[in-house]
């Protein structure tokens, strides 16, 4: 058994990919034990090609390819199924690792068993600081922000720009890098593979705080985050994140916290043209108008 499985998701952005891998190799000391599980989300022909030509195949490092794009949370849990770990890190493609973060994390880790998660301080491309780590979306969220939430109570809700050096509870930490307890991420049974992107971390540190376990940022640990390079943003992209977001308040918060946040989103929504394309998907959040229900199977000739 390893002390950290890296399951890194690969999709249509090979040259990030190598680059993370890289990164991981060269910044981890030799106190911990690791294996790298890269698993590519059904990229184009292409980018899948490039990405087997030139991966680092090693006994601890290997590629697996799902041949439909099940998002984030389903291709993570893919990775899953090829971990033997005490740890789990998932870490973007396109996060790396500034420092021997794994051994950081392992230790903070072993000394506090109550911590289910933990993640590093984030840096831009431009090494400048940038939040790790968010409050709850809730309906207070919604209507005052996030500065009157860190400012009426600034022991629940630490401020997030500003740059830690101690290590602080958060309600949930950037999706970028999750290094969670092996046994505390499937004691909540992992990623919820309906949800296809976004608000997955807020979803599974939700369930983790109902079975005792609390989330950390722990500053000592460093990475650089060139954020959302295989995404993108588009308008489908924005209407699959209120999706997730809507999924994710009723699922956690019941019904009525949902069907007060779907009217708040509307009535915002209708003195925004720029944003009535989202009009329908609030009202009416029609999960089958998921991006996840729109993938299709795709097999490669090896």
């Not at 033997?84 to 790396?96: H, I, K, P, R, T």
């Not at 230790?107 to 590093?120: I, W």
């Not at 950037?174 to 990623?191: K, P, Q």
Request: charged content about 25%; aromatic content about 14%.
């Amino acid at each position: 058994m390893y002390d950290i499985a890296v399951i890194i998701i690969n999709y249509n952005s090979t040259d990030y990919t190598l680059k993370c891998i890289e990164a991981v190799t060269e910044k981890t000391g030799p106190k911990v034990s690791y294996q790298i599980i890269v698993v590519d989300n059904c990229s184009a022909h292409e980018e899948y090609k490039k990405l087997k030509d030139n991966f680092p195949y090693r006994e601890h490092i290997s590629l697996h390819r799902s041949d439909i794009n099940t998002g984030f949370g389903g291709g993570n849990m893919h990775g899953v199924r090829f971990a033997n770990a005490e740890y789990l890190l998932f870490l973007n493609n396109d996060a790396m690792l500034l420092n021997d973060a794994l051994t950081t994390l392992k230790d903070f880790m072993d000394a506090n068993p109550k911590v289910g998660v933990s993640t590093a301080q984030n840096f831009d491309e431009h090494h400048a600081f940038v939040p790790s780590f968010d409050h709850n979306k809730g309906f207070r969220r919604l209507l005052f922000g996030r500065s009157f939430l860190e400012k009426r109570n600034p022991k629940k809700y630490p401020k997030r720009k500003k740059e830690y050096v101690s290590p602080v509870q958060v309600d949930w930490v950037n999706g970028a890098f999750m290094f969670f307890r092996e046994e505390a991420f499937m004691g909540v049974g992992g990623f919820d593979t309906s949800i296809f992107l976004y608000y997955e971390e807020m979803d599974i540190c939700y369930r983790l705080l109902q079975k005792g376990y609390t989330a950390m940022l722990v500053p000592e640990a460093k990475i650089l985050h060139y954020q959302g390079v295989s995404i993108g943003k588009s308008k489908a992209i924005n209407k699959e994140g209120y999706l997730s977001y809507l999924y994710v308040i009723r699922k956690n918060y019941g019904w009525g916290k949902y069907f007060l946040t779907k009217i708040y989103l509307a009535l915002v929504f209708l003195i925004k043209p720029k944003r009535w394309y989202l009009l329908p998907t609030v009202l009416w959040t029609d999960r089958s108008n998921s991006l996840r229900a729109k993938q299709k199977t795709v097999v490669y000739e090896e």
